[in-house]
T-cell receptor, first 111, second 111 residues
Framework: EAAVTQSPRSKVAVTGGKVTLSCHQTNNHDYMYWYRQDTGHGLRLIHYSYVADSTEKGDIPDGYKASRPSQENFSLILELASLSQTAVYFC??????????FGPGTRLTVL | GQQVQQSPPASLVLQEGENAELQCTYSTTLNSMQWFYQRPGGRLVSLLYSPSWAEQRGGRLTSSAASNESRSSLHISSSQITDSGTYLCAYASSSFSKLVFGQGTSLSVVP
């Protein structure tokens, strides 16, 4: 099974501050994804990437940027964190048959 | 937009040993689908993944779907207390395998 790790596992940020969430995968998967999970909304796709140095917008990209500096690493960047971005963030990578594997999640609280 | 409806819609309580059937209905024809398990605050663990036409089995779990129906089911046999948690279904509907998630069903298995 694909190994996907995330850091930090939890973070408290102040409104207006910059937050960077990191994701690392070790199985040479081409596709990587960032989702957020909120009570009542399930999981929603923020950004994804299918190759290094390229990112694509998902369903809810506003307020987020993404960076894919290498095949293994995919970051989610909140330039100006807001209260509404308090959520749990999950990174995932895609295997050969479109099956996705998820990291442990990062719990972000914006105060 | 694309939607996924899960049933039971919110929660299900079973006595240990009972069987359960969780269902997902989709707003479009099935492509591939994936079932996940999540403990509170935990990562999404992939239970079963299958193309739309294939039944998948894994221990006490069976997923089934039909390529001509917008519906899939997850069967849990002989439920155990450790099966308690949230079950989410998701389907992939595009060339980049974007997953669209249901809201999840919270399962509680009691003695």
């Amino acid at each position: 099974e694909a190994a996907v790790t995330q850091s930090p596992r939890s973070k408290v940020a102040v409104t207006g501050g910059k937050v960077t969430l990191s994701c690392h995968q070790t199985n040479n998967h081409d596709y990587m994804y960032w989702y957020r999970q909120d009570t009542g909304h399930g999981l929603r796709l923020i950004h994804y990437s299918y190759v290094a140095d390229s990112t694509e917008k998902g369903d809810i990209p506003d307020g987020y940027k993404a960076s894919r500096p290498s095949q293994e690493n995919f970051s989610l960047i909140l330039e100006l964190a807001s209260l509404s971005q308090t959520a749990v963030y999950f990174c995932a990578s895609r295997g050969v048959y479109a099956e996705q594997f998820f990291g442990p999640g990062t719990r972000l609280t914006v105060l | 937009g694309q939607q996924v409806q899960q049933s039971p819609p919110a929660s299900l309580v079973l006595q240990e040993g009972e069987n359960a059937e969780l269902q997902c209905t989709y707003s479009t024809t099935l492509n591939s689908m994936q079932w996940f398990y999540q403990r509170p605050g935990g990562r999404l663990v992939s239970l079963l993944y299958s193309p739309s036409w294939a039944e998948q089995r894994g221990g006490r779990l069976t997923s089934s779907a039909a390529s001509n129906e917008s519906r899939s089911s997850l069967h849990i046999s002989s439920s155990q207390i450790t099966d308690s948690g949230t079950y989410l279904c998701a389907y992939a509907s595009s060339s980049f395998s974007k997953l669209v998630f249901g809201q999840g069903t919270s399962l509680s298995v009691v003695p």
